[in-house]
């Protein structure tokens, strides 16, 4: 069934649920390759070009920041503040962005039956979520040996951090997929929208700088800033006070995935084939 | 008995507010073997048709029974990526379907004969060299029925005579769905027709009443 | 069960003191001693799983520190500068009385602080002080051995009267060579100028003596200048010395006074309750999330699967 020297369409029939999910990921790794190439092409340095993108902005922006502004805040590394913060927002921002009409500029994709809407967007992000690792991983090793910044203190707090901040990065790109598939108004938004969240997103700052007043918005509203917060907390170990719940985020990502899944289910009809 | 059932098939599109039915509630038995022309004039909805019956698009309402497994539709666009190679189009489809990357690629090339612009974005093609490529590309996969919409015409005379043999006498017991204007070659290809016209589907005992019936519109 | 405590004033880092000191491993030494804690949390209703040590834990001092964590939790609320502690067992009375015990240990540590604190303000003035006080009174004995070895009190006052009998003299000298010129001009050949010549030499001889007493240079001649020498400096030691005193003891006072304002000291806002049902564990909020969760996994899952399925040609 799986043979790859069987060219007879009947092996894609009457599949087991493994052998399902195994034809779903390779399709996934089939579209992600696809992506590479048509968004960066063949020439110059090419799929490199994953890392680049990012690693141009984050780069760029730490480096500008920790030119002008004071080299610490609140008696944090300016540096570490900036790439905590921007790596998150980069990858929130560009897989929301890319979520925006994935189909209908896909829709030759949609003439394989194997290819499905959830796919395409899965493996766009992935492939987002990718390049903005290594630009980070890119970033850390550049600042950490020019001694702008210090490795974090808790590997494990600050990965999971960023992991839920991925996890809800795809729900809520599968949500937006559907979405403007659906609303021309949304579509135009989607980058004005991005920009006014970058506030809520909780990049710039730490939860406990701003006045108890008004830190419900980030803590109780905004997984991503959670998320952001529990990097934090393990970059900079006890020299923070971090606000973050792993209740709420979970149950907050768990939900919003479980809606984007099943937005994306059914998002065919809605698609516009060109 | 493995057939193709579409039963009370409707589509409609949004134009705007408007809501424009194409096609109202349409009955079409296909079975294995058969080779339909499918007959209409423009925008009577034939592509629509092939689509919804190769899975692109939805229909409003209605069902579609697979009893066989069914290619996507050759066409003019759709499948492929402009900006890609036909190589990288090619590739892709390897993965998707998993086809061993090789072999897919002799039969291509052996098939196709597009040599060295095989490597060139697939935008850049001519009408017959995409035909090909399509062609080519959807025949290293051994369906049970083909939805062919109206490519098989563009080829040179070489090329349909490949054609001739691959698909019509090594796969002539597939199934074949095919929307064409050119009655002739429906005479000769098809064994049945169907007349698509007023958003219904009408079936004709023979392919000469069929085309018949399609003049007389 | 609550129990609510505040430390006060001295600044925000004393504060944390006794929340660290209640989440220490020495508290738990403390509590494994006074209130018996191993006994509390492996108490025989206790589910086989929640006590201490259970089949999931090892039972060492380590572990019963990471377990003894998850059941004691003293935290301060930021805005109020209210302590919070919360006491978890599987009793109310054990609850209550592990609380109590911690609240004691609390402001026992709150009390050493104080006292720390004051011995180490207090130390230092008090012991300057003490210095000072010693100064002085060798000051004052070194003056009462220099008034016995020169016979004398006070050389300035002393000096006083004597110069007032020089005056006098003085002035009885001028008055008689006065009236010896006088004499010269209207009686030259009297018997008396001769009795005048006497007298003005007599008085003169007497100025010269008390002078020399007074002013003279020779040790010997008793004069008052050089004892006046080394009284005056002993007088303006002592003069110092007593104001430094003076400053010491103000200091000492103010450092007393602010020793008082600075102590720590717990208040109990409110005593540790003893609550009439169980809190924990909270059946229905278990019952209810375990549910919800089950389903969102659920309904993910299925989803995903068939969103799987999807991948077929047929």
Redesign the interface.
Known sequence: MVNKKVRSAKKHVNLTLSQSILTQLRVIYALIMRETLTRYGRENIGFLWVVGEPILFCGGVTIMWTLVRPSHEHGLRMTAMVVTGYVPLVLFRHAVVRSTKAYAVNSSLLYHRLVTPLDIITARITLEVIGVMMAAILVLCGAVSLGYMELPEDWALTLSGFGFVVFFTYGISFIFSYLTERSDLLEKTVSVLTYLALPWTGAFVMIDWIPPKYRWVLEYTSPIANGIEMMRSGFFGSKVVPHYSICFMTYTSLLTFMVGVYLCLRVRPHIELS | MSRLICQDLSKAYHVGKKRRLILDRVNLEVNYGDRLGILGRNGAGKSTLI?MI?????P?SGTIH?G??????LAF?????G??SGH?NL???C??????YE??LDYVQGFAQLGRQFYDPVKTYSSGMHARLAFSLSL?????CYLIDEVIMVGDARFAQRCEDELFAKRADRTLLIVSHNTDFIKHTCNRAALIHDKKVFLSSSVDEGIEKYYSL | MVGLLEANHGGTQDTYAVQDYMMSRDALRMLIQKVDLRAVFSRSYADFLAKFPSIVTRNDFESFYSFYLTHVKAQIDEETGISHLKVRTFSAEDSQKVAQALLDAGEKLVNEMNDRQRYNTLHAVQSELDVTLKELHETEMQLAAYRYSNETIDPMKQAVPMMGTALSLEATLSMMEAEKKQLDLTAPHSPLRKVYAQRIASIQTQMKNAQAHITGHEMNSGSLVPKLLGYDELAVKKTIIEKKLAAETTALEMAKAQADRQMLYVTVVAQPSLPDYAAYPRTAVFIVLTFITMLIFYVIGSLLVSGAKEHTLQ
């Open positions: 689509k190769g899975g692109i698009e939805k409003t697979y066989m497994t069914v290619s996507w539709p666009g759709g499948a492929f990526q900006s890609l990288d590739r892709f489809i993965r998707v379907y998993h086809l061993d072999e897919t290293a996969i051994e369906f049970d």
